[in-house]
């Protein structure tokens, strides 16, 4: 009932609801364009690079623990900033930032999966990817940049605590699968902390 309240008040002012709805309409323009870019570089001839880490071991196949972190996380992590509209919506503004730098990433550093990777098979990705399998999805981490904005968003300390570590298992669980390179889960956080930065600093300099 909280929720319904904050969301009431919020709605109130036309600003916000102008705010809302342009960050939806922009955020299903990005997706439905990452979509064709995933289909674009797929197609793509990539580099291989080599790991040092991921050499020192064989991939295992990890699909179920990965999409039960990744989805539940992301479900509760909605459910949670869903009671702080203000929140809600910077996050989801973050989210589309985030996409454009996966974008503006793939496209300047075309890479192939690591040698001996097994496929992550994401229903999602396959959905939004049109039918296809996604491999060249890399250079970073989209499922651990992901996790580890809504971790930045989150105020309670102990979800938050909750969601640092399943970003930091996450990224172990793609690695020993081989489904990213090392540098790829390194650097997804960094993603996650300029768009988070960014997108806090132009709301805080035009509320």
Not at 16 to 34: A, E, G, P
Not at 114 to 124: A, F, V
Request: glycine share 4%; charged share 15%.
């Amino acid at each position: 009932m909280n929720s319904i309240r904050e969301w009431k008040n919020f709605l109130n002012d036309h600003k916000n609801k102008i705010s809302l709805l342009l960050t939806l309409i922009i955020l299903i323009f990005f997706l439905v364009q990452f979509s064709k870019f995933l289909l674009f570089i797929e197609q793509r001839q990539g580099v291989v690079l080599n790991d040092p880490i991921l050499n020192c071991f064989n991939a295992v196949d990890l699909n179920y623990p990965i999409f039960i972190i990744v989805y539940a996380s992301i479900l509760f992590g909605l459910i949670y900033l869903f009671n702080y509209p203000d929140m809600f919506i910077i996050g989801l503004q973050s989210y589309i930032l985030l996409i454009v730098f996966r974008i503006i990433s793939m496209y300047i550093v075309p890479l192939d999966p690591p040698s001996g990777t097994i496929d992550l098979q994401d229903p999602l990705v396959f959905v939004i990817g049109t039918g296809t399998k996604i491999t060249k999805d890399l250079f970073f981490s989209g499922h651990t940049s992901t996790i580890f904005l809504i971790f930045l968003y989150v105020k309670n300390k102990l979800l938050k605590s909750v969601f640092l570590v399943l970003a930091i298992i996450l990224g172990i669980l793609l690695l020993i699968q081989k489904v990213h390179y090392s540098i790829d889960v390194m650097v997804a956080p960094f993603y996650s902390y300029t768009a988070f930065k960014i997108i806090s600093l132009l709301h805080k300099k035009y509320s």
